[in-house]
């Protein structure tokens, strides 16, 4: 069975500074999507990044970017020059692409404090 | 464009009773999944619609169930509650099923305290 693992339940960053979150799965597929999920506190999840595993290239999006190490089965998520509003949880998760059985697997969460 | 709406977004219930949780997802949108998430055990998926049919549906007891109608809309129903249903029920829409549907959009949730 596909498993994330997050794990760190929790971390603190000083503001501006950089914080790297944990990401592990366990998968015997080969085509899968990668996602790290964004919930800040009372509001609605939203996606930060997202990765297809048969890229080699890690994903960036502005402040945001992966370390995808796909034989080691590591995902995690680099924030740079972290601000106050990336205050929230994060959430790891893959799904499989184009099975019947690909329903979305989320880890556990890690709630991220930024300390100004 | 409005987004993923859930209703309610607060609800008591007691042991044993019965609750409905709806979702308009986005307009367009035609896949509907939802979500229990607890402190112990994160965010699990429950089930995902599609076409007015359950296209996939995680690992919960047959308690639990959902439906989607014609317009999209979909509702989740927990039938005999229990204390451990407690929860935060997430919905996510997106255009179409599986992750070729493109990126999930979630709703705010429906907070559900069973005493």
């Known amino acids: 069975a596909q498993t994330v693992t997050q794990s760190q339940p929790e971390m603190s960053v000083q503001e501006a500074e950089t914080v790297t979150l944990s990401c592990t799965y366990d998968?015997?597929?080969?085509?899968?999507?990668l996602f790290w999920y964004k919930q800040p506190p009372s509001r609605q999840m939203i996606l930060v990044i997202r990765?297809?595993?048969?890229?080699?290239q890690n994903a960036t999006e502005n402040r945001f970017s992966v370390n995808f190490q796909k034989a080691a089965k590591s995902f995690s998520l680099k924030i740079s020059d972290s601000q106050l509003g990336d205050a929230a949880m994060y959430f790891c998760?893959?799904?499989?692409?184009?099975?019947?059985?690909?329903?979305?697997?989320f880890g556990k969460g890690t709630r991220l404090h930024i300390l100004p | 464009k409005a987004g993923v709406t859930q209703t309610p977004r607060y609800l008591i219930k007691t042991r044993g009773q019965q609750v409905t949780l709806s979702c308009s997802p986005i307009?367009?949108?035609?896949?509907v999944s939802w979500y229990q998430q607890t402190p112990g055990q994160g965010l699990q998926f429950l089930f995902e619609?599609?076409?007015?049919?359950?296209?996939n549906k995680g690992n919960f007891p047959g308690r639990f169930s959902g439906r989607q109608f014609s317009n999209s809309r979909s509702e989740m129903n927990v039938s005999t509650l229990e204390l451990g249903d407690s929860a935060l029920y997430l919905c996510?829409?997106?255009?179409?099923?599986?992750?070729?549907?493109?990126?999930?959009?979630f709703g705010e949730g429906s907070r559900l305290t069973v005493l």
């Open positions: 990765q297809e595993a048969y890229k080699q």
């Open positions: 307009s367009g949108h035609r896949s």
């Open positions: 996510a829409s997106s255009l179409v099923a599986g992750v070729q549907g493109g990126e999930l959009f």
């Open positions: 619609y599609f076409s007015e049919t359950q296209r």
């Open positions: 998760a893959y799904r499989l692409i184009m099975n019947r059985d690909d329903k979305i697997i």
């Open positions: 998968t015997s597929e080969s085509d899968y999507y």
